[in-house]
Nanobody
Framework: QVQLVESGGGLVQPGGSLRLSCAAS????????MGWYRQAPGTERELVAS???????NSADSVKGRFTISRDNAKNTVYLQMNSLKPEDTAVYYC???????????????WGRGTQVTVSS
């Protein structure tokens, strides 16, 4: 069973920084893409940033220039460096991975349980 374990959330003041990490474990042949979504109360879950195994990045306009996504393929880990945080970045951040389990099996999506990020003075 594939598991995604997130870490690094917390409370930070506006203008501060946090770094999120997400490590995938289990029966994985290849991870096609990894990324981060977020969901604030009363809103739909939205893409923050994603990165493919080839290093192609897709990110929301609201975080460009502030957030940086990176990935360590050898460790099946994705990172999100968040700088210049704003109160509107407050949300639960979820790790996502598109998994190829190998052996001809179908690709599937896996989600972490989420980590709270709160930006407040």
């Amino acid at each position: 069973q594939v598991q995604l374990v997130e870490s690094g959330g917390g409370l930070v003041q506006p203008g501060g920084s946090l770094r999120l990490s997400c490590a995938a474990s289990g029966p994985i042949f290849r991870i096609n893409s990894m990324g981060w979504y977020r969901q604030a109360p009363g809103t739909e879950r939205e893409l923050v940033a994603s990165i493919t195994d080839a290093g192609i990045i897709n990110s929301a306009d609201s975080v460009k220039g502030r957030f940086t996504i990176s990935r360590d393929n050898a460790k099946n880990t994705v990172y999100l460096q968040m700088n210049s945080l704003k109160p509107e970045d407050t949300a639960v951040y979820y790790c996502h991975a598109d998994i190829n389990p190998g052996w001809g099996a179908r690709d599937f999506a896996s989600w972490g349980r989420g980590t709270q990020v709160t930006v407040s003075s």
